[in-house]
């Protein structure tokens, strides 16, 4: 050996030879800022979407942010007991849910219109993205789909 190589023995981590993953968005400050009428963003900067390392990674988080931005809309509790004001937000409610629908669908025909392969469609529902920044908790598409 020649002093400039490292032997790996017992005493070496195992960890340090796994190849790190790499950091992806959080889900919901993107649904929070999506919900401000902000677009998809990460925190307080813009989310640059070119930034993702696939397409599918890419279009992963925009289904996952379309999804639980719905899912948002529909948990809004209403605290009325007023019969028109609960008739008004569940209008507002399927309104949302129609427009998210097609932009859901608007994003996957797009995605599916370049890659057919089953590597790529399985990629978007197996991606897992941190639910929050602090990333303890994760969430894939298939628990939407």
Same mark, same amino acid.
């Given at each position: 050996?020649?002093?400039?190589?490292?032997?790996? /023995? &017992?005493?070496?981590?195992? +960890? %340090?030879?796994?190849?790190?993953? &790499?950091?992806?968005?959080?889900?919901?400050?993107?649904?929070?800022? *999506?919900?401000?009428?902000?677009?998809?963003?990460?925190? @307080?900067?813009?989310?640059?979407?070119?930034?993702?390392?696939?397409?599918? $990674? =890419?279009?992963?988080?925009?289904? +996952?942010?379309?999804?639980? *931005?719905? $899912?948002?809309? *529909?948990?809004?509790?209403?605290?009325? @007991?007023? #019969?028109?004001?609960?008739?008004?937000?569940? =209008?507002?409610?399927? @309104?949302?849910? $129609? /427009?998210?629908?097609?932009?859901?669908?608007? #994003? +996957? /025909?797009?995605? +599916?219109?370049?890659?057919? %392969?089953?590597?790529?469609?399985?990629?978007?529902?197996?991606?897992?993205?941190?639910? &929050?920044?602090?990333?303890? %908790?994760? #969430?894939?598409?298939? =628990?939407?789909?």
């Amino acid at each position: 050996m020649d002093g400039t190589q490292l032997q790996a /023995d &017992e005493a070496t981590p195992l +960890l %340090s030879t796994l190849p790190t993953r &790499e950091h992806r968005p959080a889900v919901l400050p993107a649904v929070r800022q *999506y919900g401000l009428g902000r677009g998809v963003s990460n925190g @307080s900067d813009t989310l640059d979407l070119h930034t993702f390392p696939s397409d599918a $990674e =890419r279009t992963a988080f925009l289904l +996952l942010t379309q999804l639980h *931005y719905l $899912e948002a809309q *529909y948990a809004a509790p209403s605290n009325s @007991s007023d #019969i028109w004001e609960n008739w008004q937000q569940a =209008r507002v409610a399927s @309104s949302v849910a $129609e /427009d998210t629908g097609q932009r859901v669908s608007e #994003i +996957l /025909d797009r995605f +599916l219109m370049n890659h057919s %392969s089953s590597f790529d469609i399985q990629a978007i529902f197996w991606t897992a993205f941190p639910l &929050e920044s602090t990333g303890k %908790s994760t #969430i894939r598409g298939k =628990r939407h789909f």
